[in-house]
């Protein structure tokens, strides 16, 4: 059962370029969670999908950014117009449904820089 | 002031050492209790999780939590080269799904 898989693991972009994260959550996970990481400091929760859902989105900035977990493939984190302050890890977790949030599981994150 | 308080460091001890890392947290809501290890450019892995005050422990990790002081701890004995990584604690007001909130971690190293 491979694991939460994230890609790409680097991106690089211009300033003003859009970038686009993908988290395929672990076989049999509906629940998926976006985290940044800035240096030096811990993990900041972003936005929380099911299926087809947003269910919590109080961590993602009210511009540039979106994200979306569709019915059939990958969860996707969007970002526009990148800006040098979003450089940063990005993580994503998933867990299975009805379970506790002890039980989820982070892919190895994308390295997003932007130049 | 932030929700998770941890103490950035970083932690250097000799191997065999007895390491012991803390949080505090100022949101009383919070009943799950958890530590993850990150490897230099990984993902965070979880080590354990301990619901509302106790202790806990697994192999050579013992967590503790002191709800009437908002303080968690989480303990390693017999410390090896390979546990230096940064520790993070987490903690969420319910078992179900919902966000993590996140310290800042800790950074360890273990000298051999």
């Known amino acids: 059962n491979a694991g939460v898989m994230q890609n790409p693991r680097h991106l690089v972009r211009r300033r003003g370029q859009e970038a686009r994260l993908r988290c395929s959550p672990m076989k049999g996970h509906s629940h998926v969670y976006w985290y940044r990481q800035l240096p030096e400091e811990g993990l900041k929760f972003m936005v929380y999908?099911?299926?087809?859902?947003?269910?919590?989105e109080s961590g993602m900035p009210k511009e540039r950014f979106s994200a979306e977990f569709p019915k059939e493939g990958p969860s996707i984190l969007r970002i526009q117009q990148v800006v040098r302050g979003d450089s940063a890890a990005y993580f994503c977790a998933s867990s299975p449904p009805a379970s506790l949030n002890t039980e989820a599981f982070f892919g190895q994150g994308t390295r997003l820089t932007v130049v | 002031q932030k929700e998770v308080e941890q103490d950035p460091g970083p932690l250097s001890v000799p191997e065999g050492a007895i390491v012991s890392l803390n949080c505090t947290y100022s949101n009383s809501a919070f009943q799950y209790f958890m530590w993850y290890r990150q490897y230099s450019r990984k993902g965070p892995e979880l080590l354990m999780y301990?619901?509302?005050?106790g202790n806990k422990e697994d192999g050579r990790f013992t967590a503790q939590v002191d709800k009437s002081s908002k303080y968690i701890s989480l303990f390693i004995r017999d410390s090896q080269p390979s546990d230096s990584a940064t520790y993070l604690c987490a903690m969420i007001r319910s078992g179900g799904n919902e966000k993590l909130t996140f310290g800042t971690g800790t950074r360890l190293t273990i000298i051999p």
């Open positions: 301990t619901y509302s005050s």
């Open positions: 999908l099911q299926k087809e859902n947003i269910i919590d």
